[in-house]
Each structure stands twice: as C-alpha cells, then as structure tokens.
C-alpha cells in the first residue's frame, strides 16, 4: 500500500497535527494569506479574509503551533510576510507573528528579501514596496541550535573579495548577506 502521506494535499492548515502525527518534518517554508488583503474567491472559512486582526493572529498562532508538532528537534520554519497599511495604520505582521509563536520558536534572523520588479505601484499615501521580510525560525527547546555558516559561503569573486576586504578574507568564501535579491521570472518572449 503507497503511503497517503506524501504528496500534494489541498486541505486547510489548522488541521494539519491531525494530518500528520509525529515529527517527521525538517523545514517548513511558507507565506501565509495577509490578513484582509486578498480574497481567494472559492475558499469558505478562509485565514485572514473578513477577520479581525486579532482573530488572524490566533489562526497563524495555532497552525504555527501545529507545525511545531509535526517538526523534527532539528527542523526550522521559514516564513515569508510583509507589513501593511489598513485604515491608515501600519501593521507590524512579522513582529506581532514572531510574538505569538514564541512559545513553540525561536527566531533566529531576519532576512530582507529584496524584489525590485513588483507589481506597478500607484496607491495614494503609501510608498512603493519592494522588499518583504523572511523570519527565520529553529524549534523553541533546541538551544544548542548549529548554523553551518561554511556550508553557504559563496566562493566567486574570492580573490577580488580578498582584495578589496582582506581583512575579512576566508578561504571557503564570503558569508551571505541578510538581503536576498529576487531572480524575476523571464518576460514572454524571452526563452
């Protein structure tokens, strides 16, 4: 009999402990709806949509709780959100999210993760956003957490990177950055 489990499953992300019973997973990388900015048309009892803040919080909350528990002591979770304005109020989503799982993750860094080719921008009173932020996460009991730095070190340009910065010269390559840049899709045409 071929295990259920893996594959591609449609289904709402509060159940998913009920889906999957035991740790089993190594990361998790996500985005999740941003609150009352998008209707998903066919969608009943969607997250975010026609909720309260607060009440958002709460399901982001517990789906992030539920992750917690199907995820290896070694796993992480990496979380793609943004801020945003509604009713002339920014509201600090990666912050108050970091926040409300902290009782099951640790946040671990900050990524800003640059896109220089949005969509156009022509809202009145907001500027033109072109980055979002990436929380890194690792589980909450794991405090002897290990970050293989040399593993990701970039090695091109090495010996003009130890020209220009010797003194941060490594043989094994330049430690990346906490801004990644958007590789945009090809436009039509250009294959």
């Known amino acids: ?23 089993i997973v190594d990361v998790t990388i996500t985005s999740p709806p941003y609150w009352n900015l998008k209707n998903y048309d066919d969608v009943g009892n969607q997250i975010g949509y026609k909720q309260k803040y607060e009440t958002y919080l709460e399901d982001l909350k517990n789906i992030f709780s539920g992750i917690s528990i199907i995820t290896k002591d070694t796993g992480s979770l990496w979380v793609i959100v943004d801020t945003f304005k509604k009713g002339g109020k920014v509201k600090p989503l990666p912050f108050d999210l970091a926040r409300e799982i902290e009782p099951w993750w ?27 932020y990436i929380l890194f996460f690792t589980k909450k009991d794991r405090f002897d957490y290990k970050f293989y ?13 130890w020209v220009r910065y ?19 899709i090809p436009v039509q045409g250009s294959w």
């Open 149 to 161: 730095i040399d593993r990701i070190k970039d090695p091109d340009d090495l010996k003009e990177w």
């Open 1 to 23: 009999m071929v295990n259920k489990l893996f594959g591609y499953h449609a289904e709402d992300a509060r159940g998913i402990s009920k889906k999957i019973k035991k740790p």
């Open 106 to 132: 640790n946040l671990q860094d900050i990524i800003i993760w640059q896109k220089d080719k949005t969509l156009p921008w022509s809202h009145k009173g907001k500027f033109r956003n072109i980055f979002e």
């Open 166 to 184: 010797p003194e941060r010269y490594n043989p094994k390559g330049k430690t990346p950055t906490k801004v990644w840049w958007y590789e945009p």
